[in-house]
């Protein structure tokens, strides 16, 4: 599925295209198709999930290896 960005861009184009035609139909129509890009937009957007969590997640478990690495670090330093 393409990003909700690509839609917008595409309609952004479209209503570009309404504005210098100058057949009232084909504008209507290019302005309809616009729309219908916009309505995907939204969609595009929804279907992508909140990542955050799963990010806050992963840096969580890198910083907790990161401490174990330099504990384990500082704990080789002491023993010799």
Known sequence: MPS???YIEQARTLVCWARASADERSAAALRRQA???LA???KARSAVPDLNPLLAHFNDAQ???GAEDRDAWHQVGRKE
């Open 4 to 6: 909700a960005r690509y």
């Open 35 to 37: 729309a219908s890009l």
């Open 63 to 65: 910083m907790q290896i």
């Open 40 to 42: 995907r937009a939204n």
